[in-house]
């Protein structure tokens, strides 16, 4: 009987952990909101805080509208020019590798396209782990006599 009543709380606790994870997904996994929303959601936070007239909660809105509409262009515009710089970076890669696999013989090429694989593989392995670094050589943990690696935080 005790190891029912466990098996089932155990399974509860399981699936309680699971909601919150899928609810903090959600919550940090949002849409961007438009510049309106945004303004919207400011003018109401500071009607509520500040107990605003209706006079005042339009004129708040339009300040608050203009800034987000403003905000939004940059971003844009910041997104564009690093999606630009990303291409601009790509086209040097390849042509930096052009040039390295004319310097490199046979057997050193096969080696470095190993080794590009490797690299690619492993960005793709730390995506969405939140951790892009890992541990790196010449920490506090890889000393002796310091910390435990075990209990280190990455």
Do not use: C, W
Not at 50 to 66: H, I, P, R, T
Not at 87 to 114: G, N, R, V, W
Not at 119 to 144: T, V
């Amino acid at each position: 009987m005790k190891k029912m009543l466990l098996s089932v709380a155990l399974i509860i606790g399981m699936g309680a952990a699971g909601f919150a994870q899928e609810a903090d997904k959600k919550e940090h996994g949002h849409k961007p909101k438009s510049p309106e929303e945004m303004a919207q959601a400011q003018t109401n936070k500071l009607a509520e805080k500040l107990s605003l007239n209706d006079d005042q909660k339009k004129k708040v809105y339009a300040l608050k509208l203009e800034r987000s509409k403003k905000f939004a262009n940059e971003m844009k515009g910041k997104h564009e020019e690093m999606m630009g710089k990303r291409d601009e970076m790509l086209k040097d890669q390849q042509a930096e590798d052009e040039k390295l696999e004319q310097i490199l013989t046979p057997a050193q090429k096969e080696s470095y396209e190993k080794l590009k694989a490797d690299r690619k593989e492993k960005i793709h392995s730390m995506q969405g782990k939140g951790k892009r670094m890992g541990k790196r050589p010449g920490r506090m943990y890889d000393l002796p006599g310091k910390r435990d690696s075990s209990k280190v935080i990455n």
